[in-house]
């Protein structure tokens, strides 16, 4: 994100763009296999291609030529191609395979694929036309005209077992002599990834943290009210005797105001409300022992307030960021309370898996982190729940969207809400930005892990763009969704504490941007001129509040700059090894400025001592 004020955002949006003016080539990504010492073995990777259909029909193997195709009759969950078995009315069989090769040394490895069934079959008993999935000899399930739905479901299955093994993902469809069944399948995907729990750190607790959330909203979906509950394992050899909840966006409100409302605490007892009201302590009922865990739950209010911000409504678009309280981190330094910055990011958590049900009128869309399937609810609403697991924190937004869909050529189900006012054009122009981008991001970086990408779309965000799992805010603007995009690696998957070290996600992610559009920052380091002798790019957001005007420059434009200036001085190739090799040891962890500076150190004979202290990164 870059949360300037509106009068000073073009001013320093200006002054990053011209350091980024460049043309030299950037090397492919394309890396060895990782050796860093976390799951050194495995390259985190999405196996199948093609598997949204839109680049033809190879690699896959098809029974006749109209089983891949965008004729009219069926619709695509994304993009304009699908693959349609079946829906002959008479004895038919089609079949549908790939061959794809598991990594070894990957711990897991998860087969994903959305399917629609229709069926003229009116039995509510009898399974006449089915459809077989299967990995190598193994069957996976089958369906038949009995699972019939309106709409795609998607399916997903861990297919572990099958590390180091080339094997056939294979789709068997076949109807008896009347009554058609059509089986449609869509983004296609298997994503494997290696040390798929975060890196061991006993100063970093409550660890594994796991939210349980049912909200309902009004008619505008700008007041949500339900529960929540947070399970959690304490990893510090110290008793843990208390928790805090961050109620970030108490910022947007007063202590007699409060925008995020927290009642009937159980499994502890909650505290006075501190850090302007965004932090509430929770004492637990008993210390909690290394290793054990503990459940607190609460009642949970929220009220959107206006404004077009990462929490705020817009007309009839509502923002919902940070707004589901989360688990503060207590590591080495003691716990995190730090103040809620409108500058950049305060936020410092743990991967944690969500399960959040929103229970919402049928006429408002509510794109959200994680993977969403939407039910009926009663009279005129819709139940959304979304499912992200390994993420940081939850958004959501909620209104009369337009939406589009579309697939990127890896196979990740890209959706593009836009709210009104944003052109078609625009909003494809979005879509097909945000298919590339995270294909290049992950190509450099690792597979996306989060299933799909929602991204949304308003023109009067007066910070320009901000990120969260699977869930972006974003102005119509390449740069500044292909930005935010790469979020979801630095700062997503590889965490840091964003208060403290903001160039861990915000310098990296500018680099990223700048490799992703085929720049090199050939010169900017010229450019640099430092206001004091304090300033750094490693400077906290302490120090960025107090010198706002600053913030942009260093932190976005000389971090992305000494990192090109890293790369020229150990090599393109040491360098795109350097950050795969960190992201995959990083991967659902924590960074901190002083682990990069040794993982560079050990990627190069080159003394690196005078290159940090010419750049001022510190730690």
Not at 385 to 393: E, F, L, Q, Y
Not at 515 to 540: F, M
Not at 548 to 564: I, P, Q
């Amino acid at each position: 994100m870059r949360p300037t004020p509106r009068n000073a955002f073009a001013a320093s949006a200006c002054a990053v763009a011209a350091l980024a003016a460049v043309s030299l080539p950037v090397t492919p990504a394309a890396a060895a296999p990782p050796a860093a010492p976390v799951a050194a073995a495995c390259t985190p990777a999405q196996v199948v291609t093609n598997g949204g259909f839109e680049s033809g029909t190879s690699p896959w193997t098809q029974s006749s030529t109209s089983v891949i195709t965008n004729r009219a009759g069926q619709t695509a969950h994304g993009g304009t191609s699908f693959a349609w078995l079946n829906g002959v009315g008479s004895t038919h069989t089609d079949t549908l395979s790939q061959s794809v090769t598991i990594p070894s040394g990957c711990s897991s490895a998860t087969l994903t694929f959305w399917l629609h069934i229709d069926t003229a079959e009116t039995t509510s008993s009898t399974a006449y036309d089915k459809l077989t999935a299967k990995i190598g000899s193994t069957t996976l399930a089958t369906y038949s005209n009995l699972n019939k739905a309106a709409g795609y479901v998607q399916k997903s299955f861990d297919v572990s077992s099958f590390a180091g093994q080339t094997v056939n993902v294979a789709f068997t469809g076949t109807e008896d002599s009347s009554l058609q069944t059509s089986f449609v399948l869509d983004d296609i995907a298997l994503n494997t990834s290696g040390d798929t729990t975060p890196p061991a750190d006993s100063t970093r607790t409550p660890a594994a943290p796991s939210y349980t959330v049912s909200l309902s909203s009004n008619t505008s979906g700008t007041v949500w009210t339900g529960h929540e509950s947070a399970v959690f394992t304490n990893a510090s050899s110290t008793a843990l005797s208390e928790v805090y909840l961050r109620l970030w966006d108490n910022y947007h409100g007063t202590c007699s105001a409060m925008p995020i409302t927290v009642s009937n605490v159980t499994g502890g007892t909650a505290g006075a409300l501190s850090v302007g009201c965004t932090a509430l302590k929770v004492t637990l009922a008993t210390p909690l022992a290394q290793g054990q865990t503990a459940t607190i739950g609460f009642d949970l209010g929220i009220t959107v307030p206006s404004g077009a911000d990462r929490f705020g409504y817009d007309g009839a678009f509502s923002f919902i960021g940070n707004a589901l309280p989360v688990l503060a981190v207590k590591d080495g330094a003691g716990w995190h309370l730090d103040p809620y910055t409108n500058n950049g990011e305060s936020f410092y958590s743990l991967a944690a898996d969500f399960k959040v049900t929103l229970d919402h009128p049928t006429s408002l869309l509510v794109p959200a982190t994680g993977a969403s399937v939407d039910t009926p609810g009663s009279s005129g609403r819709t139940v959304t729940t979304a499912t992200a697991s390994k993420v940081r924190d939850f958004a959501w937004a909620a209104g009369p969207f337009t939406k589009i869909s579309g697939t990127s050529a890896a196979g990740t189900p890209v959706n593009v809400y836009s709210v009104s006012g944003i052109s078609s054009s625009d909003a494809q122009s979005m879509l097909t930005t945000a298919k590339t981008a995270v294909d290049a991001h992950a190509a450099r970086f690792g597979a996306y892990p989060y299933g799909e990408l929602d991204a949304v779309i308003d023109n009067n965000f007066w910070f320009g763009g901000m990120e969260y799992p699977g869930f972006v805010l974003d102005l119509v603007s390449t740069t500044a969704l292909t930005h935010e995009i790469g979020h979801q690696w630095w700062y997503g998957i590889v965490g840091d504490d964003e208060y403290t070290s903001p160039w861990l996600d915000e310098a990296f992610t500018d680099y990223a941007t700048d490799l992703a559009l085929n720049k090199t920052g050939t010169n900017c380091w010229n450019s640099v001129s430092w206001a004091s002798t304090a300033e750094k790019i490693t400077n906290s957001m302490a120090y960025w509040d107090a010198h706002s005007s600053r913030y942009s420059t260093v932190v976005y434009g000389y971090g992305k700059c000494a990192l090109h200036d890293l790369r020229r001085l150990i090599g393109d190739t040491a360098m795109t090894k350097l950050l795969k090799d960190y992201a995959t040891s990083h991967w659902y962890g924590v960074s901190t400025t002083a682990e990069f500076k040794a993982a560079a150190q050990a990627a190069t004979t080159t003394d690196l001592t005078s290159f940090w202290t010419t750049h001022r990164i510190d730690g």
